[in-house]
């Protein structure tokens, strides 16, 4: 079922250790249901892409759709070095605050997977069901290069129609799509200009702390997501796009043997990653989510 509800915007003083900052979220559904998903987006991408997903969700759930910050209608940070998971969990628990609610679901895509691992991994976690959308703790190093080289280039589009067509062709891995849902990939992720040309809906400085990041740095941080997941104690549904280049089947098969075991679904005909925008893929997001509404809660971790 389907809402017909429109979803609302509002807005979040969240704190970073340059200053304050607002972060917008989009809200569906009744706000005094105790049945809360949080969906977060990627890393270029914005609270919209969960626009289909969420729309068959409100019906039963109060869904939660936050533009991590520096993208979309979020504040950019003063400091770009904190452009990374620890801020962008820190906002996540900022959030679940204001939402006053003690446990939620969280659907994660990409980096939203990584802050979902953050916030699922911590203890006394309100995150009672996981849902990681082609993202695990070892990413292949190709594929962040690859990332790496298009996130900061300060391209700049004459019309809409360019835009889009450069957003589909970056977003190809996704899958297929009709044209409508190209459209719409394509505009939510690009805003216009005083001048009338469009760029891409983020903050470029984004690209900053990848750019910097070095292989020490990178097998640190492959550490350290390996022990958050180990830490997650929650059901976990873990979807692969099966062409992806960023998790590796490898890296799928072990989310599957260790910390929460997830259970593994992939999505033939689909790279990096699953757009959640196709009847199939919301139906096995909202089987996985609606299945939890009636068991008992798993809320925090052992310490």
């Not at 969960?50 to 209608?73: N, T």
């Not at 939203?112 to 691992?117: A, V, Y």
């Not at 900061?152 to 450069?166: D, H, M, V």
């Amino acid at each position: 079922m389907t809402s017909s509800v429109p979803a609302v915007v509002r807005t979040v003083q969240c704190l970073s250790p340059s200053g304050l900052h607002r972060m917008a979220y989009k809200e569906w559904g009744r706000p005094d249901n105790p049945d809360v998903v949080l969906c977060i987006h990627g890393v270029t991408r914005v609270a919209d892409d969960f626009d289909a997903l969420a729309a068959s969700l409100a019906a039963d759930f109060r869904v939660v759709c936050p533009y991590v910050v520096g993208r979309g209608c979020s504040d950019n940070l003063r400091d770009a070095q904190h452009y990374g998971v620890p801020q962008y969990v820190s906002d996540m628990v900022t959030l679940v605050a204001r939402l006053g609610v003690d446990k939620l679901s969280l659907v994660g895509t990409s980096m939203g997977g990584l802050i979902g691992m953050g916030l699922a991994s911590l203890a006394g976690t309100p995150v009672t069901r996981l849902v990681l959308n082609d993202v695990g703790p070892s990413i292949n190093p190709a594929a962040l290069e690859r990332i790496g080289q298009y996130l900061g280039q300060p391209l700049r589009f004459g019309t809409l129609e360019e835009g889009i067509a450069y957003v589909r062709m970056l977003s190809a891995p996704f899958g297929q799509h009709d044209e409508q849902q190209w459209r719409k990939l394509g505009t939510d992720s690009l805003r216009q200009q005083e001048d009338g040309s469009w760029v891409r809906n983020y903050d470029l400085r984004i690209a900053e702390p990848i750019r910097a990041m070095t292989p020490e740095v990178m097998a640190f941080a492959e550490r350290a997501t390996w022990a958050a997941y180990d830490a997650i104690r929650c059901p976990t549904l873990l979807i692969r796009g099966a062409q992806s280049d960023l998790l590796s089947p490898d890296t799928a098969l072990q989310m599957t043997q260790r910390g929460p075991r997830a259970r593994l679904v992939e999505i033939a005909g689909t790279g990096h990653a699953p757009s959640l925008l196709h009847a199939d893929q919301i139906s096995l997001v909202a089987d996985f989510l609606k299945a939890g509404v009636q068991e008992a809660p798993v809320v925090g971790n052992e310490s």
